[in-house]
Nanobody, 120 residues
């Protein structure tokens, strides 16, 4: 079984920073793309940032220049550094990873989410 566990969410004032972490554990052969998504109340889940195994990144326009995604392949962990946070960044942040449990089987896994609230 494979699990993704997020941590690092919380309450922060506008302009503040948070760092999210997501660690994958279990029977893992290799991890390909990893990413962060978020869902605000009453809205659909949206892509925040994604990173390939080789380190190529892509960001939503709304977070470019403020958020940075990174990963440590040896630790099966992906991070999201969030700076200059705005109230509209509030939501539940989900980690996603495309994980191969064998050489021929790759599946998409999701974490349970961590709440980020930006408010004064």
């Amino acid at each position: 079984q494979v699990q993704l566990v997020e941590s690092g969410g919380g309450l922060v004032q506008p302009g503040g920073s948070l760092r999210l972490s997501c660690a994958a554990s279990g029977s893992i052969f290799s991890i390909y793309a990893m990413g962060w998504y978020r869902q605000a109340p009453g809205k659909q889940r949206e892509l925040v940032a994604i990173i390939t195994r080789g380190g190529s990144t892509n960001y939503a326009d709304s977070v470019k220049g403020r958020f940075t995604i990174s990963r440590e392949n040896a630790k099966n962990t992906v991070y999201l550094q969030m700076n200059s946070l705005k109230p509209e960044d509030t939501g539940v942040y989900y980690c996603k990873a495309d994980i191969a449990r064998t050489m021929s089987t790759t599946m998409r896994y999701w974490g349970k989410g961590t709440q980020v609230t930006v408010s004064s």
